[in-house]
Structure formats: structure tokens, C-alpha cells
């Protein structure tokens, strides 16, 4: 196999805040993998608040001998080999593992779902997220969001209600709400998820900081709605830490390495009763088509990169009704222009 990969700068249609940060682009880096002319795709998105960007991928891809694996088929090998040259860099790992995934379906003529044992069948709605903006921006962007059978919303500055208030003048769908941590008082947040059960918000995100495990697991077993931990959960040790403190957790590939720890850690959430979302940061089709492969295994799904970029390097997955179409195609079913 030989390894090649290439920067980009994945524009996002709109400055994108969250609670804590901002940003207009995301840097992504492009990885193939090739083994006698077939090519596997793979992509890392660094967003800044994680600590990877294009220099810390340069410096990883640098140390990886893939060349040492004739085939990509012996993932726990290949995902344990990455762990053994750094820790963290769960990003550009993925990006090897998503493209290894795709080569590998690639070479054994099978689509990427069925490698992750999904059933297309089963494939959730997918979310469209809207970042904290004014009430009336957050309004525009509710409208924007029609093809959608979900919204999601960010939350955690002030004028909370007005935003939802705003979004419920024109649209009835199901909301998710994304707090990002960014609330600190675990009184104000359960009444504010009570409120926010009545205004018809179905799934919660992460409403104090990760450290504060009691208090997130107070709000959790008070909450009318499920609770699901995001930053508080990156990788396979973390979904046990997260019985008893969130009802589910929020899965993706560039906290879990790739979509080898990620069905791992899907597999592990269901064994310990907990729910689970699969979601993305601002990624292209490459790591969305990565993500889709697993979503039928999953409750909720919030894997909207694609619809949040305007220079997205690969064709638009295929999308109806507000759901990813799985292909048949061997792979991740990436098209390229
Ligand atoms: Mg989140």
C-alpha cells in the first residue's frame, strides 16, 4: 500500500459559532491509500478546539510505514499500530482508517455498510445543525433547512429561548439542541430542558462541562428528554464512563480514530444500555459517507457536512427525504468529479 495525502480548506456557507468558538473554514486533509491501482479515499476535519491542524498531520503521516501492511484487512492491527506512534491524533487516524475501509471494500467488491454489518433499511433522518446566531439569522437558516426532517440547533449563550422562540415561528419539525457545555448551573439547565421538552426538542447535547460528571448525571436522571454525552466522549474507554451520567453518547469518526473504534464503540453503547447519535464535524462527502455506513446501527444521526460547505471536493451523497441513500457501490460509494 502507498500513502499520499494533500491539505484542504473546506469553506463553510456560513461563519459557524458554536458555544466557545467561530470559524469560516475548516482544514481538512486528504489521504489515498493505493494498492495495485485501486484507491481508498479517507479524510481527517481538524477543527481548531481539538489540537490537531495540517502541521500536526504532516508530522503524523511522516511516521507511518503503511507500507508494512501489504493489505488493509487486519484493522485492530493497523488501528493499534497508529496508536502505537502517538497518542491522540484521532483525526488523521481516521483518515487512514476511513481510507483503508474504503480500499478494502474496494478490493472485496462490498460496500462500506456492509463491512459495518448495517442495514440501509434501517438508516435514520439526518439533522441540519444551525450555530448560535441572532434570533432572526437563526429564523433565515430554519427556512434554509427544508429538505430536513430535524434541526439542530446550538445553544448556550444568552437569549436561548428567543432562538428557539425564533426557529418555532416557521418550522414544526423535531429539534436537537446542542449546548456544547456551554451552560454551568444544573438548575438553570434542567429548567431550561424542561422548557425546551415543551417547545418540542427531542434529544439534548452535552449541557455542562465534561468534567462535571455529577452534575450532568443529575441532570440526566431528572431530564424529560434524552441526555447525550458529545465532548465527554471520544473513545472506546469513555463509553462506560458515560453509564449513569448521560442517556446516550454522540459518536464520530474523528474523536474514535476511524469507523473500525467507532463500530466498536456503537457495539459497546448497546451492551451497556446507552443510546447512541452518530455526528461529524464540518466534513466532505468522504468522512459523511464514512459516517452513513454506520448510522443505521445508530438512534439519531446528525451527519450534515456536506449540506454546511460550498467546496465540498467529491460529488453530494445520494439524499432523499431527509436520509443518506446507502449505494451499492464497493466502498464508501465516493463519486468523484
Ligand atoms: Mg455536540
Request: net charge negative.
Amino acid at each position: 500500500m502507498k500513502l499520499s495525502y494533500q491539505p484542504f480548506d473546506l469553506l463553510l456557507k456560513h461563519t459557524f459559532n458554536i458555544s466557545g468558538h467561530s470559524r469560516v473554514s475548516t482544514p481538512l486533509m486528504l489521504v489515498q491509500l493505493e494498492h495495485e491501482g485501486v484507491i481508498g479515499y479517507g479524510e481527517a476535519s481538524m477543527v481548531p478546539y481539538l489540537g490537531e491542524n495540517i502541521n500536526t498531520a504532516v508530522d503524523f503521516l511522516s511516521k507511518v510505514k503503511i507500507a508494512k501492511f501489504k493489505l488493509p484487512f487486519d484493522f485492530a492491527a493497523i488501528v493499534a499500530y497508529l496508536d502505537s506512534i502517538a497518542p491522540g491524533n484521532t483525526a488523521i487516524k481516521a483518515a487512514i482508517d476511513i481510507a483503508l475501509h474504503d480500499l478494502h471494500g474496494k478490493l472485496t467488491n462490498t460496500p462500506c455498510w456492509q463491512l459495518m454489518q448495517s442495514k440501509p433499511a434501517l438508516m435514520p433522518p439526518t439533522s441540519f445543525t444551525i450555530g448560535i446566531d441572532t434570533p432572526d439569522e437563526m429564523r433565515a437558516k430554519a427556512l434554509e433547512a427544508r429538505n430536513f426532517k430535524i434541526i439542530k440547533v446550538k445553544l448556550g449563550g444568552e437569549d436561548d429561548k428567543e432562538r428557539i422562540t425564533a426557529i418555532r415561528s416557521v418550522t414544526n419539525v423535531p429539534l436537537y439542541v446542542d449546548v456544547n457545555q456551554g451552560w454551568t448551573d444544573r438548575n438553570f439547565a434542567l429548567e431550561m430542558i424542561w422548557w425546551l421538552f415543551a417547545q418540542g426538542v427531542i434529544l439534548l447535547e452535552q449541557p455542562l462541562p465534561k468534567h462535571d460528571v455529577d452534575g450532568n448525571a443529575w441532570i440526566t436522571s431528572q431530564s424529560p428528554i434524552p441526555i447525550i454525552g458529545d465532548e465527554a466522549v471520544q473513545r472506546l474507554p469513555d463509553v462506560e464512563k458515560a453509564v449513569d451520567v448521560y442517556h446516550g453518547i454522540n459518536v464520530k469518526l474523528m474523536k474514535s480514530g476511524g469507523m473500525f473504534e467507532a463500530k466498536q464503540m456503537i457495539d459497546k453503547a448497546r451492551q451497556c444500555g446507552l443510546k447512541v447519535l452518530i455526528g461529524c464535524m464540518s466534513e466532505s462527502s468522504c468522512a459523511t459517507l464514512a459516517a452513513a455506513s454506520l448510522a443505521p446501527q445508530c438512534d439519531w444521526a446528525d451527519i450534515d457536512g456536506p449540506f454546511l460547505t460550498t467546496n465540498n471536493p467529491y460529488a453530494m451523497p445520494a439524499f432523499a427525504n431527509g436520509k443518506y441513500l446507502l449505494s451499492d457501490n464497493a466502498g464508501l460509494g465516493l463519486s468523484l468529479y
